[in-house]
């Protein structure tokens, strides 16, 4: 069994900043790629960046510039720093990683994390 947990949402005013984090834990042999995707109301889940094992990063156009992800592979966990948040950056944000459990490798999802862009 593998959790990830996500933490570090909440309402900031346009042109503010927020630091996402997701944990994981459990049986986990070994993480591959992580990321961050986020879904807005009646819109559906998008990707917004990721990170290998490797260091290796993407970022979905909307954010580049503004937002920076990054992993510490010791502790099983990611970040999010976002900067120079616009309200279109309001959504539920949500933790993605590829782990290698004993019973094989899956895709697991945290339960997501609010984030406000609103004056």
């Known amino acids: 069994q593998v959790q990830l947990v996500e933490s570090g949402g909440g309402l900031v005013q346009p042109g503010g900043s927020l630091r996402l984090s997701c944990a994981a834990s459990?049986?986990?042999?070994?993480?591959?790629?992580m990321g961050w995707y986020r879904q807005a109301p009646g819109k559906q889940r998008d990707f917004v960046a990721g990170?290998?094992?490797?260091?290796?990063?993407k970022y979905a156009d909307s954010v580049k510039g503004r937002f920076t992800i990054s992993r510490d592979n010791a502790k099983n966990a990611m970040y999010l720093q976002m900067n120079n948040l616009k309200p279109e950056d309001t959504a539920v944000y949500y933790c993605?990683?590829?782990?290698?459990?004993?019973?094989?490798?899956?895709?697991?999802w945290g339960q997501g994390t609010q984030v406000t862009v609103s004056s």
């Open positions: 990170i290998t094992n490797s260091g290796s990063i």
């Open positions: 459990g049986s986990i042999f070994r993480i591959y790629s």
């Open positions: 993605n990683a590829e782990v290698e459990t004993a019973r094989g490798r899956y895709s697991y």
